[in-house]
């Protein structure tokens, strides 16, 4: 059982950054894809970014390429999406998402279907 914090979330206005952190219970993080993913207000949530569990691959939804870096730190259990260049668009609250990826296969980072936890959720709101 993993268990997943979200923090960082908040209002900004159009460009700025924001860093959302997302800190993981339990001793088995190296195991653990994560993701971000977002839902805005009336919308479906989809995908963001993804990181494999040893950090050494990462996919981005297009929008948000060249402006969102996903980290992780297997030593702290935690993973983070850092948000710059902000716009409004990326108004949404954002969740993460941790799936078991320990064992060998083709792993499609982007569905939902691989995770296996989720957190809370924080909101990002970006002001114009």
């Known amino acids: 059982q993993v268990q997943l914090v979200e923090s960082g979330g908040g209002l900004v206005q159009v460009g700025g950054s924001l860093r959302l952190s997302c800190a993981a219970s339990g001793r088995t993080f190296s195991r653990y894809a994560m993701g971000w993913f977002r839902q805005a207000p009336g919308k479906e949530r989809e995908f963001v970014a993804a990181?494999?569990?040893?950090?050494?691959?990462?996919s981005y939804l297009d929008s948000v390429k060249g402006r969102f870096t996903i980290s992780k730190d297997n030593a702290k259990n935690t993973v983070y999406l850092q948000m710059s260049s902000l716009k409004p668009e990326d108004t949404a609250v954002y969740y993460c998402a941790a799936g078991d990826t320990r064992y060998s296969g083709n792993y499609n980072y982007h569905s939902e279907r691989l995770y296996d936890y989720w957190g809370q959720g924080t909101q990002v709101t970006v002001s114009s």
């Open positions: 990181i494999s569990r040893n950090g050494g691959s990462t």
